[in-house]
Nanobody
Framework: QVQLVESGGGLVQPGGSLRLSCTAS????????MAWHRQAPGKERELVAT???????NYADSVKGRFTISRDNAKNTVYLQMNSLKPDDTAVYYC????????????????WGQGTQVTVSS
């Protein structure tokens, strides 16, 4: 019953900006870590950014200084603000929820959204 729904992808010119959103349902959002991944055709899926339940963030070197991950626990939503976009940023972007379950004696478990396409082209 856990669902992650991404939105905000589209076509943008190099140097432009997009803001991706991912809204979770069917799970307690505020106590869990979130991440964005992306996958381009013919390439492996790569981690783009993470944000913990308490707000600590990390970024891939390729997007550092250009992308910002944030969360709004009241809306059960995580965002990825993407600025100064490059053609190499073209990919399907996936929202990832890392369910923290140590407090009930279980290992973490991942949930994934369906993906949203980002195309950067002139």
């Amino acid at each position: 019953q856990v669902q992650l729904v991404e939105s905000g992808g589209g076509l943008v010119q190099p140097g432009g900006s997009l803001r991706l959103s991912c809204t979770a349902s069917g799970i307690i959002f505020s106590i869990n870590d979130m991440a964005w991944h992306r996958q381009a055709p013919g390439k492996e899926r790569e981690l783009v950014a993470t944000i913990t339940n308490f707000g600590s963030t990390n970024y891939a070197d390729s997007v550092k200084g250009r992308f910002t991950i944030s969360r709004d626990n009241a809306k059960n939503t995580v965002y990825l603000q993407m600025n100064s976009l490059k053609p190499d940023d073209t990919a399907v972007y996936y929202c990832n929820l890392i369910e923290i379950r140590r407090h009930i004696g279980l290992a973490p478990r991942d949930y994934w959204g369906q993906g949203t396409q980002v195309t950067v082209s002139s």
